[in-house]
Nanobody
Framework: QVQLVESGGGLVQDGGSLRLSCAAS????????MGWFRQAPGKEREFVAA????????DYADSVKGRFTISRDNAKNTVYLQMNSLKPEDTAVYYC????????????????WGQGTQVTVSS
C-alpha cells in the first residue's frame, strides 16, 4: 500500500516557477514508477511527466517538455516536479501517481493517486 500527499501548489504569475512535491508512505516506494498528471476545469485528466523507479528514465508530455522536470529521491520517498516558464494554460489540479512501472504510469494505469494540489498561473 502506498499513500501519496502532494504539496507546493499555489498562485504564480505567467513565466514564474513552482516546485511540487509528492511524499509517499510505504516501504515499497522505490519499486514504483511515479508520475504527475493534471486536470484543468472542464477537461479530462492528462499525463504530465513520469519517472522510472531505478535509473530515473523520464517521459514528458509535449506541452511541458523543456519547461518541467520530474525527479525522485528514493531515500526520502519523494518525487518532485519542477515547473519553470509557467503559462496560464498550465493552470490545473496536479496529481501525483504511482504505478507498477513507468510505462504503466504514462498510460494512466496507476495503482495509487494523491488528492491533488492546485496550481494557478495568472496572466
Amino acid at each position: 500500500q502506498v499513500q501519496l500527499v502532494e504539496s507546493g501548489g499555489g498562485l504564480v504569475q505567467d513565466g514564474g516557477s513552482l516546485r511540487l512535491s509528492c511524499a509517499a508512505s510505504g516501504r515499497t516506494f522505490s519499486t514504483y514508477g511515479m508520475g504527475w498528471f493534471r486536470q484543468a476545469p472542464g477537461k479530462e485528466r492528462e499525463f504530465v511527466a513520469a519517472i522510472s523507479w531505478s535509473v530515473g528514465i523520464t517521459d514528458y508530455a509535449d506541452s511541458v517538455k523543456g519547461r518541467f522536470t520530474i525527479s525522485r529521491d528514493n531515500a526520502k520517498n519523494t518525487v518532485y516536479l519542477q515547473m519553470n516558464s509557467l503559462k496560464p494554460e498550465d493552470t490545473a489540479v496536479y496529481y501525483c501517481a504511482a504505478g507498477a512501472s513507468r510505462s504503466r504510469v504514462v498510460s494512466g494505469k496507476n495503482e495509487y493517486w494523491g488528492q491533488g494540489t492546485q496550481v494557478t498561473v495568472s496572466s
